[in-house]
């Protein structure tokens, strides 16, 4: 039995942007075009009853934001494409980060007016590391935007490779006409509103010019020119180049106006790559040796690259959000979690419709699906249906920032323990507990952590904290060559070690010399800005 027809048909996307470059209103309107939802929720009307269908936190709603990523799953021409939303906002990167190690290529989305922007260029990054395969969406072209070639211009120098125009705007803000596709050598005509289907949209052949001109005017002929131009400086279409993340093909279009969407989606069916192999480790006679793992391969394998606690505000119930590596998964299997070898036993299944959650029948790889526990499940953890494996790549970065955690009613310690474990598994914030006791600190990489867990305390535990600041600056996991040295360490510096939420040994550092200094003295001991995941390599000292 091969699962070869089923993996090929999957398509696994994130979607990455700067904050209010449009990202959640294209979001809806792939949902809205494949048909998986009936109304698209207009993302701005933030008092509006009818929220985007993606965001769901409460601090969410309320900010207009998206913190938590999202994950939804449409079928689209036989295909099953799975979508992951990213939250935009730089306090919320790791979280992107691991979201990104869960898909096959990625839609950057990009204002016309703004280009690329800070926030676009750390998630570039990560795609560049791990060869992602990325679509260009240029948004907004209904406003008064930079220059198309100009934006082109950016985005290469940026991705640091080239663009590939796959279809071109005529016209820009009021007098915005559309789009030319260059694959069908047509043009589709502009009309704002955006109750618009694809269909509703007029196609006029290119080969008709004086119809063009006649109604179009110079904007056509401009249009002509430039895309002439960034065709000839453009290199050809090579699928091989996009899949190996070395040329970008570029859309252009207004999300908010259903326009340039249907283009996009199908290029997602067209170019995206299926699934592909992942690289595992297995322990053979206490070495590790290096699998390759085929998305085809018979035995079921996945990692949790996502937990979130309280989704459902009625079940206190957490959700480990699986990416299927391999195999078929089918209701009543037996898995195990391969950190701790015991048997999973998920009280329920699901595949996602974003806030709408679906009984799984069967899942296979590129799929992701999300396991109801009551915990006993981390980030980054590999779970199989027997086979001892176990995928990496899942990354922690140490805090640039820390905050003790002090309870406003004593009484509430014990729900603030369960709090900050389950917020720390969760990734959320990380969570340290001081060896020499005391408060417990909390370690984020941008300030918004810190509110969304406050309030998170509040609304889901019941626990009103005070968030005090603290000396400490940053931390560095701590590994050592032996016992007796770590021991002898751990003796020189009682009140600078915590442990995380993964119980991971971490150094506490209040200004950028205590790691040299530190290092200095004990040269056997490693420290590490970036941790994988429990149980396994801690990647370069630094």
Known sequence: MSYAPETRRRRTFAIISHPDAGKTTLTEKLLLFSGA????GAVKGRKASRHATSDWMEIEKQRGISVASSVMQMLYRDHVINLLDTPGHKDFSEDTYRVLTAVDSALMVIDAANGVEAQTRRLIEVCRQRDTPIITFVNKMDREVRDPLDILDEVERELGMPCCPMTWPVGQGKSFGGIIDLRTQSMTVFEPGSEKRPQDFETIPLSDQDRLRARFGRAFDDALESMELAVGASTS????????????????????????????????????????????YQEVNRQREEKTIQPEDESFSGVVFKVQANMDSNHR???????????????????????????????????????????????YAGDIIGFTTHGGVQLGDTITDGPNLQFTGLPFFAPEMFMTVVLKNPLRSKQL?????????EGAIQVFKPDAGGNMLLGAVGQLQFEVVQHRLKTEYDCDVRLESCQYTGARWITADTPAELREFEHAYPLRLAHDAANTLAYLCTSPYDVRLAQERFPKIHFHPLREHAGLSLGNAG
Do not use: Y
């Open 37 to 40: 939802i009936q109304i698209a």
């Open 237 to 280: 279409w090579s699928h091989e180049q996009f899949l190996a993340a070395k040329l970008t093909p570029v859309f252009f279009g207004s999300g908010v106006n259903n326009f340039g969407v249907m283009e996009v989606l199908n290029a997602v069916v067209d170019m995206s790559p299926p699934p592909g192999p992942r690289i595992a």
């Open 317 to 363: 119930d957490r959700i480990a959000f699986v990416r299927v590596a391999s195999g078929k998964f089918t209701p009543g299997m037996k898995m195990r979690v391969q950190r701790t070898a015991k048997e999973l036993r998920p009280t329920s299944v699901v595949t996602f419709m974003s806030q709408r959650r679906e009984a799984v029948d069967e899942a």
């Open 417 to 425: 323990q369960q709090g900050l474990m389950e917020l720390g598994e």
